[in-house]
């Protein structure tokens, strides 16, 4: 029987959260929240940015990114296990940093990350869906009106198609799972995981035994480096690149949010971050080197089947149904769909149940609005932050602009990994007293060059990107005069 978090002083016992996911369940809200849809599609894209490099340079960005992912969160370990609390990474920044640095976190992830996250998964989920029920169609389109904002050239087509309504429905019930209460949504989140491990490894396994295509598999290692020149002027090149690798291994704090809903949060963090990271990562290279046993890395973008046009052409950049396709034929693509619904209703299950955590956090601190502060008196979850995430979520479906938001913020997220690894080296300064049952591993190497990768990959994308990246750095400005409102409102 699990147990509620034990109170602060002159706290009821009722506004406190329920310590209902275990080690198993931590490890699942780590993987689970990854995996998505990204590692079915983005390989195309990283193909075509590195096309001189040949299979090497593919292989390098996924490394690259697994590498990086693995020693954040090794870095966060320490930090979670120091600072079990609701709100995680928002509670590193007010802690380590400044009650600002939180605010802007949470703002953020209110704004776009999250919640354009949940609609981005969302959507794919229906898309997929579309596949197996071809009624579910982004052609038959309800417009709602439009929405021009400041500076834009174009307007913003607001409306529905069955595209979309199925993706709002899908946020709706997830989120209603996660109202019932967190063992319910942390059983959803450990069985879809499981399934879709399981999913992954057996397309690793069947690409490099049976369904193995011995040619291709020859010419792709035969020319693995490719033709370009390894030199350092590929590093802007392989950083621009990794903007799918990173999309697609993000998340992985998600698990820090809903801290104090961990058993034993000192030590079950730790392990869920470094085991969770360190799975994903693995996973995704081989799945890569699956892709490559089975698809030319080069193809022609006019070919007529999935060979000719190999993974940097694949069909919509769909490399897993691709690879499928020449497996098993024509079912190819109803298997791969089967996969990705799978895939990205675990995902989205995983983001709906953690962002609330941080909005709670926030609203305690009376820098988010007080309801979001409040936990049902009976099953203890974040009823009012649950319901806020997913409407706006859903308002992002009917605008469409969760892709362009979730571009916008890549390098927004970057800074945010960058400040909180600041704020492990500043609290070892600041709060030498705190009880640290987990220390960051390879202290202070290992974090340094976490951050020496991150922030060189901000400007990487600043400079490589910044159609993208500039934007996402004004909507993380824009939670400033935001923050002095409910600053202001907490002086009045």
């Known amino acids: 029987m699990t147990a509620p978090v034990q109170a602060p002083a002159g706290t009821s016992p009722a506004s406190e959260f329920i310590r209902g996911i275990g080690p198993l369940a931590a490890i699942s809200l780590v993987v689970g929240s990854m995996i998505g849809s990204g590692i079915f599609i983005v390989s195309a894209d990283i193909s075509r940015q590195v096309g001189e490099w040949g299979p090497g340079g593919l292989l390098l960005v996924w490394v690259v990114t697994g590498l990086i992912t693995v020693v954040g969160a090794l870095s966060y370990a320490e930090l979670a296990a120091m600072m079990p609390r609701a709100g995680g990474q928002y509670v590193f920044l007010r802690e380590g940093l400044a009650p600002a640095a939180g605010f802007l976190y949470g703002w953020t992830l209110f704004a776009v990350i999250q919640t354009g996250t949940i609609a981005a998964v969302a959507v794919a989920f229906a898309r997929f869906l579309s596949v197996l029920v071809p009624s579910v169609s982004p052609d038959v389109f309800l417009p709602l009106g439009q929405l021009r904002l400041p500076g834009a050239a174009d307007a913003i087509q607001l409306g529905l198609s069955p595209q979309r309504a199925v993706a709002i429905l899908s946020i709706l019930l997830l989120t209603a799972i996660n109202a019932r209460g967190v063992k319910f949504g942390a059983a959803i989140q450990t069985s879809f995981t499981v399934a879709k491990v399981g999913a992954l490894a057996v397309l690793v396994l069947v690409a490099l035994t049976i369904f193995r295509q011995p040619d291709v598999a020859a010419a792709n ?272």
């Open 221 to 492: 290692f035969s020319n693995f480096w490719g033709t370009g020149d390894w030199t350092l002027a590929m590093v802007p090149l392989v950083g621009a690149a990794m903007v799918g690798s990173l999309f697609s291994s993000d998340a992985w704090n998600n698990v820090t949010f809903a801290a104090a809903e961990v058993q034993n949060p000192s030590r079950n963090l730790p392990i869920a971050l470094a085991v969770g990271t360190g799975l994903v990562s693995l996973l995704y290279v081989l799945t890569n080197v699956a892709y490559l046993n089975v698809l030319p890395f080069y193809g022609d973008p006019a070919g007529a089947e999935a060979m000719a046009r190999g993974i940097q052409h694949a069909s919509q950049d769909r490399v897993g149904t691709a690879a499928i396709e020449v497996a098993v034929g024509a079912g190819a693509a109803a298997v791969m769909a089967v996969a990705i619904l799978v895939s990205t209703f675990g995902c989205n299950n995983g983001l709906i149940l953690a962002g609330p955590r941080v909005y709670w956090a926030m609203a305690r601190d009376r820098l988010f609005f007080e309801q979001a502060g409040r936990l049902h008196p009976e099953n203890r979850t974040p009823g009012f932050g649950l319901w806020a995430q997913a409407l706006w979520a859903s308002v992002l479906c009917i605008s469409g602009t969760y892709g362009q938001l979730l571009d916008y913020v890549i390098v927004a997220a970057l800074v945010f990994y960058f400040l909180t690894t600041l704020a492990l080296f500043r609290l070892r300064k600041l709060r030498p007293d705190l009880p640290r049952p987990v220390k960051a591993f390879g202290y202070p190497v290992v974090p340094g060059l976490y951050m020496l990768a991150v922030g060189g990959l901000m400007v990487i994308l600043l400079f490589e990107k910044p159609l993208y990246t500039w934007p996402g750095l004004i909507i993380v400005a824009s939670g400033v005069p935001v923050y002095l409102l409910w600053k202001g409102r907490q002086a009045g």
